[in-house]
C-alpha cells in the first residue's frame, strides 16, 4: 500500500537547527519531494531526492535513505519566518505525488 | 520552472450552485493535477487532469461532482458542481513533468453558504 508519516507538530528555538522526519511506503517509489507552506498560501518546493544521500541547500538540506523508506529535512540556523507547514511527498510509479498531513514548525524566539 | 496562476482567487458561492476554477501555466507541462486542502491540513488529490481526454479521478471523487476538462498542455478547469457547505475549501492547481517538481497555483478559497 501507500502510506507516508511525519510528525505532527514540532517547536524550535530561532538560530537553532530542527530536524523533521519523513517515513514512507510507496511502491515503484520515484523520489521524495520536501515543500513548505505558510498559512494561506500555496506549497513552495524545497527539495528533491531520488538518490541515496544528503543534499544541501543553503541552510535546508535533505536526506534520503530508500532502503529504509525514510527522509529527513534539516533546517539550520532558525529564523523566524520559517515557521509553516512542511509537507513531504513521495513519488510513486506514475509520477503521482502521495501527500504527507505536514508538520507544523513553530519557532520561538 | 512554470509559474501557475488560478481564477478566481476566492468566492462565496450558494449552496446548489456550481462554480468552475480555471488553472493557466505559462509553459507546456506533461501533468495537471487538481488538489482540495482543508485548513490545516494536508493535501487531497482530487484528479489528475490528462490532456484531450477523461481526467483519472482518485477514490471519493467523482466526474459527475468535479468535471475537469483539459484543451491543451497549458490550461485546465475544475467544476465544483451542486455545491453544499461541504465543499468549502482551497482548491489548489498544480502542473510538472514525470520526475520534476510539481508547481502549485495560488489557490481558490470557496466558501459555501
Known amino acids: 500500500g501507500q502510506n507516508i508519516d511525519q510528525p505532527t507538530e514540532m517547536t524550535a528555538t530561532e538560530g537553532a537547527i530542527v530536524q523533521i522526519n519523513c517515513t514512507y511506503q510507496?511502491?515503484?517509489?520515484?523520489?521524495l519531494f520536501w515543500y513548505q507552506q505558510h498559512a494561506g498560501e500555496a506549497p513552495t518546493f524545497l527539495s528533491y531526492?531520488?538518490l541515496d544521500g544528503l543534499e544541501e541547500k543553503g541552510r535546508f538540506s535533505s536526506f534520503l535513505s530508500r532502503s529504509k523508506g525514510y527522509s529527513y529535512l534539516l533546517l539550520k540556523e532558525l529564523q523566524m519566518k520559517d515557521s509553516a507547514s512542511y509537507l513531504c511527498?513521495?513519488?510513486?510509479?506514475?509520477?503521482?505525488?502521495?501527500w504527507g498531513a505536514g508538520t507544523k514548525l513553530i519557532i520561538k524566539p | 520552472s512554470a509559474v501557475i496562476s488560478q481564477k478566481p482567487s476566492r468566492d462565496i458561492c450558494q449552496r446548489g450552485t456550481s462554480l468552475t476554477i480555471q488553472c493557466q501555466v505559462d509553459?507546456?507541462?506533461?501533468?495537471m493535477f487538481w488538489y482540495r486542502q482543508q485548513p490545516g491540513q494536508s493535501l487531497t488529490l482530487i484528479a489528475t487532469?490528462?490532456?484531450?481526454?477523461?481526467?483519472?479521478?482518485e477514490s471519493g471523487f467523482v466526474i459527475d461532482k468535479f468535471p475537469i476538462s483539459r484543451p491543451n498542455l497549458t490550461f485546465s478547469t475544475l467544476t465544483v458542481s451542486n455545491m453544499s457547505p461541504e465543499d468549502s475549501s482551497i482548491y489548489l492547481c498544480?502542473?510538472?513533468?514525470?520526475?520534476?517538481?510539481?508547481?502549485f497555483g495560488p489557490g481558490t478559497r470557496l466558501t459555501v453558504t
Open positions: 509553459s507546456q507541462v506533461t501533468m
Open positions: 510507496t511502491s515503484g517509489f520515484n523520489g
Open positions: 511527498a513521495s513519488v510513486d510509479s506514475n509520477y503521482q505525488l502521495i
Open positions: 487532469a490528462n490532456q484531450g481526454s477523461e481526467a483519472t479521478y
Open positions: 498544480s502542473g510538472g513533468t514525470e520526475g520534476d517538481e510539481q508547481y
Open positions: 531526492n531520488v
